[in-house]
């Protein structure tokens, strides 16, 4: 599990699809992103209640964050950085949350 191993960053990046998808009742798919060298993939789901849910995952894991969607320029910018079993996601420069991934013994 690199979640728990390891420590890294990976960051995904995404134009805007139209120019009312923050803000439509429309669901929004984003990603997979390419695997980090970790094999660690990042995708995205904007929900129609305006809800984005970010899935982080691994060969073995995947957490899940689900945050209002932040204030977004154009389009979407995700960071997840993952060190001693904790998976912590920024979208657009701002932390939307911070998960434990360590295997449960």
Do not use: Y
């Not at 009742?25 to 209640?49: I, M, W, Y």
């Not at 209002?68 to 420069?93: D, K, Y």
């Amino acid at each position: 599990m690199v979640f728990a191993e390891g420590t890294g960053t990976i960051t995904f990046t995404s134009p805007a699809p139209s120019p009312t998808w923050a803000t439509d009742d429309q669901v929004c798919e984003f990603g997979p992103s390419l695997p980090s060298p970790e094999g660690v993939r990042v995708a995205a789901t904007k929900h129609p209640n305006g809800e984005l849910e970010v899935r982080v995952s691994d060969e073995s894991d995947e957490v899940s964050f689900r945050t209002p969607l932040p204030p977004l320029p154009s389009g979407l910018l995700i960071t997840s950085t993952w060190r001693a079993g904790t998976v912590t996601v920024f979208v657009n420069g701002t932390r939307v949350g911070a998960v434990s991934a360590a295997p449960v013994a």
